[in-house]
C-alpha cells in the first residue's frame, strides 16, 4: 500500500517530491514557496519533465479534494466496519429542501436525531468538518454517520418530510 | 533632499522624472512579461539607451536616483537572504562545497586572467572575476520555473551552485570592498579576516539563535510594523557593514539569513514590491552612468568574455549535475541553464566603478550581462533536442 516518496529541497523555491507509480513512472509535485504548484511526468530518463503542469493555489486545492474524496468515503467505510450498528449514508439535500441555502445549525440534526455530520461532498469535492455556519445548497451530499433510525431521521430532515418537532420518521 | 536642492520647481522636475523613470520601468516589465523574457536586461538596455548624452537625463533626480540604487542593492540581498534559511545554506554548503570550489576556479579565473592581460591592474582584476563568476539567481529562477524544469532531478544540482556562489559573496565582496579602498595587503588581510569571522558568526547566530532576531522584528498580524522592522535593521546593519568595510550589501544578505520562519515568508511577501521598484532603479541606474558610446569598443573583450565564460559554466553545470547522478541530458540541461550572469555582475561592477576603478569596467560587466542571458537563452532548450535525437530507435 505504501508509496515510495522522495523529497528534494529547492533552496529559495520549495520543494519537490517524486513517487514512484506500480506502473514504473514516476510523478514529481513541485511546491513552490508561492504557493504555486507543478506536478511533474518525468521522461524515459527519470532526470527531467516530459510534463509539467503548473497548478495556482485554487486549483491544486481542487485536485487535492478530488483526489482526498474517494479516500474520505474508503475511511468511513472502514469506520462503519469498527463500529457494529453505525452506518453511513450521502443523503441528498434536494432543490425542495426546507435547509437548501441555509446554514446547516439550523437543521439541528445532530441534537434531534444523535447523528454526526462529518462531510458535505459538492460538485465531486468532498468539503470535510462542515461547521454549524456551512450553508446547504441543492445537490449537496451529507456524509452522515450514526445508527440506522438517526440517518433515516437526517434524511427526512433533509428532504423536509420530517414533522417540525424533530421526532417523527 | 529635494528640498535642499532647491524650490518647488525643483521637487517638480524631481517627481516628472522619477514618474517618467518608473512608468517606463512599467512598461518595460510588462513587455518582458508578455514575451516571457527575463525583465533584468530590458533594464539595463534601458539605461543604456537613455544614458550619458542621451534622450533622458537626469538632472533634479539624480542624487535621488543614486541613493534608490543603493538601496535597491540592499533590497536584492536581503531578500536572497530570507529567501534562504541557514539550514539550506548549510546542507548546501555541506554537500557542494567541491562544486563551488570548482565553479570558483572556472569562472572567476578567466575574468581575472583577462583584465590583466588588457593590463587593467589587480583591483580590476579581482572585480572582473566576481563578475563572471557569479551566476544570477533571479534569471536562473524564472528560466527554470518558466520552462517546466522545477522538478527536474539536475535543479537541486543548479540550485545548490547558485547557493554556494551567493554565501561565497559573503566572503568576495568584502574583499573587493578592502581592495577598492585601498590600503596595504595588511589592510585587506585585516578586512578579509574580519568578513569571515563576522559572516561564521551570523551563520552560527542564525542556525542557533535566528529564533531571537526573528523576534527582534516580528510583529504578529501587523504586516506594516514588519516591513519597517526589517528593512530599518536591514539599513541599520547595512550601513554599520559598510562603515566596518564589510559591503553594505553582505550585511543586508546577512540580516537575510538571519531572520527565519514564518517571518522571513511575510517579510518577503511586504518587501518584494519595494525590492522590485528599488532593483529595477538600480539596474536602470547603472545603465544610465554607463555612457552608450563606450560599449562598442570594450564589445569585443566582453564577446570573448562571454564565450569563454559560458564554457567554463556549462562544465561547472555538467559536473554538478554528474555528481548528483543525473544522465546525460540532463547534465546538458544544467550546464547551459547556469550560463546568464545578471544581478551581482552588475552589482559588483557598480560598486568597483564607484570606487573609481578602471572605468572600463561599467561598460564591460553591462555588455557581458546582456551577452550571457542572450546566450542562455539561446541553448537554454537545445538538450531537449538531444533528447529527440536520442530517443530515436
Request: proline residues 4%; hydrophobic residues 50%; aromatic residues 4%.
Amino acid at each position: 500500500m505504501s508509496v515510495d516518496i522522495t523529497s528534494r529541497v529547492l533552496p529559495g523555491i520549495g520543494v519537490c517530491q517524486e513517487l514512484a507509480l506500480h506502473d514504473g513512472r514516476r510523478l514529481g509535485i513541485v511546491t513552490r514557496r508561492s504557493g504555486l504548484r507543478d506536478l511533474v511526468l518525468y521522461d524515459e530518463d527519470g532526470d527531467g519533465a516530459a510534463v509539467d503542469i503548473a497548478l495556482n493555489d485554487d486549483e491544486a486545492n481542487a485536485v487535492a479534494e478530488i483526489l482526498g474524496a474517494p479516500q474520505l468515503t474508503f475511511r468511513l467505510a472502514v469506520l462503519q466496519r469498527q463500529a457494529e450498528g453505525l452506518i453511513v449514508e450521502q443523503l441528498p439535500v434536494p432543490a425542495d429542501s426546507p435547509f437548501a441555502a441555509r446554514p446547516l445549525g439550523d437543521t439541528q440534526a445532530r441534537t434531534r436525531t444523535g447523528a454526526s455530520i462529518v462531510a458535505v461532498l459538492r460538485q465531486g469535492a468532498a468539503l470535510p468538518s462542515p461547521t454549524p455556519d456551512f450553508v446547504l445548497q441543492p445537490g449537496d451530499l451529507v456524509v452522515t454517520v450514526g445508527t440506522q433510525a438517526a440517518v433515516d431521521q437526517v434524511a427526512h430532515i433533509l428532504d423536509g418530510s420530517a414533522g417540525s418537532d424533530g421526532t417523527s420518521g | 533632499m529635494a528640498a535642499a536642492g532647491g524650490g518647488e520647481t525643483h521637487v517638480a522636475v524631481l517627481l516628472v522624472e522619477l514618474g517618467a523613470l518608473l512608468f517606463g520601468l512599467g512598461v518595460l516589465g510588462r513587455i518582458a512579461r508578455r514575451f516571457n523574457i527575463p525583465v533584468i536586461p530590458l533594464y539595463l538596455l534601458a539605461g543604456l539607451c537613455f544614458g550619458q548624452g542621451g534622450v533622458l537625463s537626469l538632472s533634479a533626480s539624480h542624487d535621488f536616483v543614486q541613493v534608490a540604487a543603493d538601496i535597491g542593492v540592499i533590497l536584492l540581498l536581503v531578500m536572497l537572504g530570507l529567501e534562504y534559511s541557514a539550514d539550506e545554506l548549510r546542507s548546501s554548503l555541506r554537500a557542494q562545497a567541491p562544486i563551488g570550489v570548482l565553479d570558483g576556479l572556472l569562472n572567476a579565473l578567466p575574468g581575472a586572467a583577462l583584465a590583466l592581460i588588457a593590463g587593467w591592474g589587480a583591483t580590476a582584476a579581482v572585480a572582473l572575476a566576481g563578475i563572471t563568476w557569479v551566476s544570477s539567481s533571479g534569471v536562473i529562477a524564472k528560466m527554470l520555473g518558466d520552462s517546466g524544469r522545477l522538478g527536474n532531478r539536475e535543479t537541486p544540482a543548479i540550485l545548490g551552485v547558485l547557493v554556494i556562489e551567493d554565501l561565497a559573496m559573503a566572503l568576495y565582496l568584502p574583499l573587493l570592498t578592502a581592495l577598492l579602498a585601498g590600503g596595504g595587503a595588511g589592510k585587506v588581510v585585516v578586512a578579509v579576516a574580519i568578513a569571515v569571522g563576522v559572516v561564521s558568526v551570523v551563520l552560527v547566530i542564525a542556525t542557533r539563535y535566528g529564533r531571537h532576531v526573528t523576534k527582534l522584528v516580528s510583529a504578529r498580524d501587523n504586516n506594516e510594523s514588519l516591513l519597517l522592522g526589517v528593512l530599518g535593521l536591514t539599513l541599520l546593519v547595512a550601513g554599520l557593514a559598510d562603515q566596518l568595510k564589510v559591503s553594505a550589501a553582505v550585511g543586508a544578505f546577512l540580516v537575510g539569513i538571519a531572520v527565519s520562519g514564518a517571518v522571513a515568508e511575510t517579510a518577503i511577501e511586504v518587501l518584494a514590491p519595494l525590492r522590485d521598484v528599488f532593483a529595477a532603479v538600480f539596474f536602470v541606474f547603472f545603465g544610465l552612468s554607463t555612457n552608450p558610446g563606450d560599449l562598442l569598443p570594450v564589445l569585443p573583450l566582453a564577446l570573448a568574455l562571454a564565450v569563454v565564460t559560458s564554457g567554463t559554466k556549462m562544465t561547472t553545470g555538467y559536473v554538478a549535475a554528474r555528481r548528483a547522478g543525473v544522465k546525460r541530458r540532463g547534465r546538458w540541461r544544467a550546464a547551459v541553464t547556469l550560463i546568464p550572469r545578471g544581478e551581482f555582475s552588475v552589482v559588483v561592477a557598480a560598486l568597483a566603478v564607484g570606487a573609481g576603478a578602471q572605468a572600463k569596467l561599467g561598460p564591460t560587466a553591462a555588455c557581458y550581462v546582456l551577452l550571457t542571458i542572450l546566450i542562455g537563452a539561446l541553448v537554454h532548450r537545445w538538450p531537449d533536442r538531444l533528447r529527440a535525437e536520442q530517443s530515436r530507435p
